[in-house]
Structure formats: C-alpha cells, structure tokens
C-alpha cells in the first residue's frame, strides 16, 4: 500500500527565501572576487567558515546517498531530493571558496568516509533511524551555520546564500520529523 503523501510538507520559505528556486546555470558574472579588503583576522574567520560548511554539506551529500534504497517510496524520493540539496550547498560553498581565493579543506575527505559510515549505518538499522539520523544532522547543521554566520564578516551576497542555504536544512527537519510522525506504510 502507497504512503499517503497529502499532507507531505511542501518547499518552504525560511528566512523570506524561496527554497523551491531551481538552480540555473552560472554564468561568469555571477562570479566575482571576495573579501579581499578584509584583515588577516578576518580572512582567516571567513576561511575556517567556508571550509567547515563545505566539508559538512560533503557528508550531508554522502549520508543520504548511502541512506537512498533505490526503491520507489515517498522516503527514497525525499532522500534523493535531499541529496541533491545538498550538492547545491556544496556548490555553493566551493564556489564561495575560490571567490575568496581559498581552497577546499585538503582532508575533506574525512568528511566524505563519515558521510559514508553514518549513511550506511543508518540505512542498515532501517527507516527510523535515516530519519533520526536525518533529524540529528540538520539540526546540527542549523547549529553550525548559526555560529559560522556570525563568526565572520560576510559580504551580504554571500550572507544571504548562507541564510538561504541554512533555510533549506529547516526544511529538511520538518521533512524528516513528518516522515517519523507518520505511521509506517
């Protein structure tokens, strides 16, 4: 029997964002240097923030890739378009990377094998726990863009894709807390 889906929490706007916008092509002047009037401290701020969300939305990506079972329920399609998400906030942050002249984390790939292990790991334990493992990392990913957003100074282009893309991971909680409240199918 099919999961009703009716009362599926749609996209939501958080923070006056659309979070159902998708994403068009980059063109090239959308891309632009960044941050380079700031101070050493400041730069520094900005970098350790910028790499520590791009590594984190890696593991977001891998946790719901591992999490996907490639069968065709409500929860493998939510998966998925969590997933893809994901990789927008990652595009995001490495594009915001080289615009401020950095690079990504060189062990960014701790964070891929985490994704990895905590993914797969709930996927074997079943749906309850993708979902509290769902819940459980947005949650801290709303945390971490908290204390990142105002622990540097952000142009407000960037400020906003950072608001908007914190956005998305609200509603992704709500996704998942709706999912864990439904009874099973």
Same mark, same amino acid.
């Given at each position: 029997?099919?999961?009703?889906?009716?009362?599926?929490?749609?996209?939501?706007?958080?923070?006056?964002?659309?979070?159902?916008?998708?994403?068009?092509?980059?063109?090239?002047?959308?891309?632009?240097?960044?941050?380079?009037?700031?101070?050493?401290?400041?730069?520094?701020?900005?970098?350790?923030?910028?790499?520590?969300?791009?590594?984190?939305?890696?593991?977001?990506?891998n946790?719901?890739?591992?999490?996907?079972?490639?069968?065709?329920?409500?929860?493998?399609?939510?998966?998925?378009?969590?997933?893809?998400?994901?990789?927008?906030?990652?595009?995001?942050?490495?594009?915001?990377?080289?615009?401020?002249?950095?690079?990504?984390?060189?062990?960014?790939?701790?964070?891929?094998?985490?994704?990895?292990?905590?993914?797969?790991?709930?996927?074997?334990? !079943?749906? =309850?726990?993708?979902?509290? /493992?769902?819940?459980?990392? $947005?949650?801290?990913?709303? @945390?971490? %863009? #908290?204390?990142?957003?105002? !622990?540097? =100074?952000?142009?407000d282009? /960037?400020?906003?894709?950072? $608001?908007?893309?914190?956005? @998305?991971? %609200? #509603?992704?909680?709500?996704r998942?807390?709706?999912f864990?409240?439904?009874?099973?199918?």
């Amino acid at each position: 029997m099919a999961e009703d889906t009716s009362t599926y929490p749609k996209s939501r706007a958080e923070g006056g964002y659309d979070t159902s916008i998708v994403r068009p092509e980059l063109r090239d002047r959308q891309v632009e240097p960044r941050g380079r009037a700031l101070g050493r401290r400041q730069r520094k701020a900005v970098r350790k923030a910028l790499r520590t969300l791009h590594s984190l939305e890696i593991m977001a990506v891998n946790i719901y890739k591992c999490q996907i079972t490639g069968d065709a329920t409500p929860l493998d399609t939510a998966l998925t378009v969590a997933m893809a998400n994901e990789m927008t906030h990652m595009q995001d942050f490495q594009t915001h990377l080289y615009e401020y002249g950095f690079t990504p984390d060189k062990l960014r790939a701790r964070f891929w094998a985490a994704g990895y292990v905590i993914g797969f790991g709930s996927r074997v334990l !079943g749906r =309850d726990r993708v979902l509290k /493992t769902g819940v459980w990392a $947005e949650r801290k990913a709303v @945390d971490h %863009y #908290g204390r990142l957003l105002a !622990g540097a =100074d952000w142009d407000d282009e /960037t400020r906003a894709v950072i $608001e908007k893309d914190r956005a @998305d991971e %609200y #509603g992704h909680i709500v996704r998942w807390e709706w999912f864990l409240n439904r009874p099973r199918p």
